[in-house]
C-alpha cells in the first residue's frame, strides 16, 4: 500500500505552504489523474472531489508564511508534509498552525480504518518528511506516481482555495489571481501597499 506525498506554493511571496498525502484504492479511477500543472483549473477541481469522494485515505495540511520565515522554505515544505501524513493517519497532534485552521475552505480529511501494516510512501522532490514509514524521494513524481499525482491535485487545489480567500480579506494584492507567485503585478502591488499581513518576509520582491 502506498501513499503519495506532495507540496505546493514553494515558489509564492506571500501565503503558507499546503501539503497533501493521499492513499488510493485498489478501484479508484487513475484516468482522472495527471500531473496538476498540466491540468487545467476546471480538471483539478473535478479531480479533487473525486480525490476526496473516493480515495482511501487523504490528508491536507499547511505551514504557515510566519513559519517559513523561521525555519525556510524547503523545512516548512517538510513540515507541512509531515502534517499532510499526521492528519491521514488521525494524529492528535495534526492540527494546523494557528491562524490558518479557521480560515481553509476545503473541507475535512478522509481517514482509513487503520492504516495498512504495509504501507511506504512516495515523496515528490529529494528529501523525505520525518514521517513513521519507509519514505522514497523520487524527483517529479507528481507526473509518474498516480498517488502523488492525487496529493499534487489535493495541495494545489487547497492552496489555491485558500489564496482565493485571502483575495477576498486583502483585495488590494489580487491573490485570487497570481495565488502570491511573484509575478510583475504582485511584486508592483508589494512595493506600492507595503507587505500583506501573509507576506513572506524572508523572500524577496526584487
Not at 31 to 47: C, I, P, Q, T, Y
Not at 84 to 95: R, W
Not at 125 to 148: F, H, N, Q, S, W
Amino acid at each position: 500500500m502506498l501513499c503519495g506525498i506532495d507540496e505546493a506554493g514553494r515558489g509564492p511571496l506571500a501565503g503558507p505552504v499546503c501539503a497533501a498525502a493521499v492513499i488510493l484504492s485498489d478501484d479508484f479511477p487513475r484516468d482522472v489523474l495527471n500531473d496538476s500543472k498540466k491540468m487545467s483549473a476546471a480538471g483539478r477541481e473535478a479531480a479533487r472531489r473525486i480525490i476526496c469522494a473516493k480515495a482511501l485515505a487523504w490528508g491536507v495540511a499547511w505551514a504557515a508564511h510566519t513559519e517559513i520565515d523561521e525555519i525556510n522554505i524547503l523545512q516548512a515544505s517538510l513540515l507541512a508534509m509531515k502534517r499532510a501524513f499526521e492528519q491521514l493517519a488521525g494524529a492528535e497532534d495534526a492540527a494546523w498552525p494557528s491562524g490558518i485552521s479557521g480560515e481553509i475552505p476545503f473541507g475535512s480529511s478522509r481517514l482509513p480504518p487503520s492504516l495498512p501494516f504495509d504501507l511506504s510512501a512516495v515523496v515528490d522532490g529529494l528529501y523525505p518528511p520525518d514521517i513513521p514509514v519507509p519514505c522514497t524521494t523520487m524527483v517529479k513524481a507528481d507526473a509518474r506516481v498516480p498517488e502523488v499525482m492525487a496529493a499534487s491535485i489535493l495541495a494545489k487545489t487547497a492552496r489555491d482555495l485558500l489564496m482565493a480567500h485571502y483575495g477576498r480579506l486583502y483585495p488590494v494584492y489580487g491573490y485570487e489571481r497570481h495565488k502570491g507567485y511573484p509575478t510583475a503585478d504582485h511584486r508592483e502591488r508589494i512595493l506600492q501597499f507595503g507587505p500583506s499581513p501573509i507576506q513572506r518576509m524572508s523572500f524577496k520582491v526584487r
